[in-house]
T-cell receptor, first 115, second 115 residues
Framework: ETGVTQTPRHLVMGMTNKKSLKCEQH?????MYWYKQSAKKPLELMFV???????ENNSVPSRFSPECPNSSHLFLHLHTLQPEDSALYLC??????????????FGEGSWLTVV | AQTVTQSQPEMSVQEAETVTLSCTYD???????LFWYKQPPSRQMILVIR??????QNATENRFSVNFQKAAKSFSLKISDSQLGDTAMYFC????????????FGGGTRLMVKP
């Protein structure tokens, strides 16, 4: 049982499609994150939200568009993706900021395949 | 540039034996936090252990302990009495280099526990 749930767990989309990944945390945290995990590359931070406000954008292409309507929900809207965007997308949350030593908790990830 | 190095891409250990996973990093900070995460085949990242750089005492969580050498910028993970369920990818993740509200992940070590 995880406190951070992601849907869908698997997604296959064409390069012209528009889809969204959803993340919900049940831990009462106020910070949420999107990470990308590609084969043979370290885990990469994409976006950070703190109290619904975006605080980090790690030079992510505009074809990835995050949305954080409240502290419990985080979306990643996808459009006109490229095959190299195929990866595992991990959502995470924390109570407070990592700079203060707080632990981040991850969801199980959404496997994205772009064809 | 990669600032977190896990020099062992793959390791194996016999069940009940002890194994040590290495991690080195680069930072100019004095106070920071370090984490080890485990990613089993389910792909969910699970916190294994956490260390605060200002504490001289090495962190311990049951069979897991760290050897934190601040001057050497080394943060190794020791797993004692290895169990089959310890088979996973292990990621070192310090919060370093004024990285704001984010962790920097190493490339990971794939650990196989053999019966």
């Amino acid at each position: 049982e995880t406190g951070v749930t992601q849907t869908p767990r698997h997604l296959v989309m064409g390069m012209t499609n528009k889809k969204s990944l959803k993340c919900e945390q049940h831990l009462g945290h106020n910070a949420m994150y999107w990470y990308k995990q590609s084969a043979k590359k370290p885990l990469e931070l994409m976006f950070v939200y703190n109290f619904k406000e975006q605080t980090e954008n790690n030079s992510v292409p505009s074809r990835f568009s995050p949305e954080c309507p409240n502290s419990s929900h985080l979306f990643l809207h996808l459009h006109t993706l490229q095959p190299e965007d195929s990866a595992l997308y991990l959502c995470a949350s924390s109570q407070g900021q990592i700079v203060s030593g707080n632990t981040i908790y991850f969801g199980e990830g959404s496997w994205l395949t772009v064809v | 540039a990669q600032t977190v190095t896990q020099s062992q891409p793959e390791m194996s250990v016999q069940e009940a034996e002890t194994v040590t996973l290495s991690c080195t990093y680069d930072t100019s900070e004095n106070n920071y936090y370090l984490f080890w995460y485990k990613q089993p085949p389910s792909r969910q990242m699970i916190l294994v252990i956490r260390q605060e750089a200002y504490k001289q005492q090495n962190a311990t969580e049951n069979r897991f302990s760290v050897n934190f050498q601040k001057a050497a910028k080394s943060f190794s993970l020791k797993i004692s009495d290895s169990q089959l369920g310890d088979t996973a990818m292990y990621f070192c993740a310090p919060r370093i280099n004024n990285a704001g509200n984010m962790l920097t992940f190493g490339g990971g070590t794939r650990l196989m526990v053999k019966p």
